[in-house]
């Protein structure tokens, strides 16, 4: 049977029209040219994850069915020491659990000292995989976070089943002067202590040798500081740039927080 000019006409300009709509929408999610990808959280899950380079991020399935990726770093550096951040799922929120700095899943800054939200990367979720795109800012101070304000969350402590960035399978530098010499790119993870040694200078030295350390920019702490905070942890993250070690930040130890 024939079918009518005008209801042909109108079944390819449906159909036309759906495949271009298709098509632009998968060119808005297309995997960036570089195609890596971190696994696909499920919806509700906050999982600590690493970018190629080793950089800690935290991967966050809304209830939505989106997901962002965002910075496991404090952006606030008291004494420019470093700190990582952990997931408590009873807030649903991103804590610091040294200096209590507090963000919602979508990086925005709940309360605490840090100067900013959260930076993350733009996304294009595909199947079970998340792909990475460039920085995005951070959301700007006064954003109205998603969720109840961080007075009504109950927030964790150590022993509240908090998730926390692991660093299982990564090679441990016990010899400060042999990482900086070899220069690795990207993150690494340096074995060592935090030697104030007078002048206001803090060396970072090797676990055994202090002539095997690099002076750094950290502040020495107080002496109340240094007496009640594990502030000597013994690994560190840090990146080796120009000779020298930069962005030295402090791991979270489950046994040293509040």
């Known amino acids: 049977m024939k079918r009518p ?21 998968l060119r808005g999610n297309e995997p960036p040219d570089d195609g890596f990808s971190l696994r696909r959280p499920a919806l509700g899950e906050a999982r600590a994850d690493h970018l190629a380079d080793g950089t800690p991020v935290w991967v966050i399935g809304h209830a939505d ?47 605490g000292p840090a100067p900013a939200g959260l930076a993350s990367w733009e996304t294009a979720v595909q199947g079970s995989r998340v792909f990475i795109g460039e920085v995005r800012p951070a959301p700007p101070i006064g954003t109205e976070p998603a969720g109840p304000p961080e007075i009504e969350r109950v927030w964790c402590r150590s022993d509240d089943g908090v998730v926390v960035h692991t660093f299982d399978g990564w090679p441990v530098w016990d010899s400060v002067g042999e990482a900086i010499e070899a220069a690795p790119t990207g993150w690494i993870m340096v074995e060592g202590r935090l030697v104030p040694q007078g002048g206001g200078i803090v060396r970072l030295c090797s676990p055994s040798d202090c002539t095997d350390g690099v002076d750094t920019g950290i502040e020495p702490p107080s002496p109340q500081v240094a007496r009640l905070d594990p502030w000597l942890d013994p690994r560190f993250l840090a990146r080796v740039r120009d000779g020298t070690l930069v962005d030295i930040t402090r791991i979270v130890h489950l046994e040293a927080a509040p």
């Open 65 to 111: 069915g989106t997901v962002d990726v965002l910075s496991g770093f404090d952006p606030h550096t008291p004494s420019h020491l470093g700190k990582l951040l952990w997931w408590c799922p009873t807030a649903r929120a991103l804590d610091n659990p040294h200096h209590g700095s507090k963000w919602d899943e979508y990086g925005v800054k709940l309360g």
């Open 5 to 25: 000019l005008a209801g042909v006409l109108l079944v390819t300009a449906v159909v036309v029209g759906t495949a271009i709509l298709g098509a632009l929408l």
